[in-house]
């Protein structure tokens, strides 16, 4: 009987209160180290961030020409769609 509880208390002591320390800390530690974007992570966002402002200006770009070239392309758009037109 001796034998089991030799066994048995530290079992219980150690369940009970180093490994709920233990697992706190440790999900503690890793919420800290990922709360910024990684350097890949943050070098896609920047490209993305890039292909979206040139896209942008091509649009405008577009937008401008057509402007120049057919003044009322965008009411005749609207006005297409209203009639159910695509």
Do not use: C
Not at 4 to 23: C, D, G, H, M, S
Not at 25 to 46: I, M, P, V
Not at 58 to 75: F, G, K
Request: no cysteine.
């Amino acid at each position: 009987m001796s034998m089991l509880v030799f066994f048995f208390v530290p079992a219980v002591i150690f369940l009970t209160v180093v490994a709920p320390i233990w697992l706190i800390l440790h999900y503690w530690t890793r919420s800290r180290q990922n709360k910024g974007l990684s350097d890949e992570e943050r070098q896609t966002l920047e490209d993305a961030l890039s292909v979206a402002e040139r896209l942008e200006k091509r649009v405008a770009t577009l937008e401008t020409i057509l402007d120049a070239e057919h003044p009322s392309w965008r009411t005749a758009r609207e006005d297409d769609y209203r009639r159910g037109g695509s």
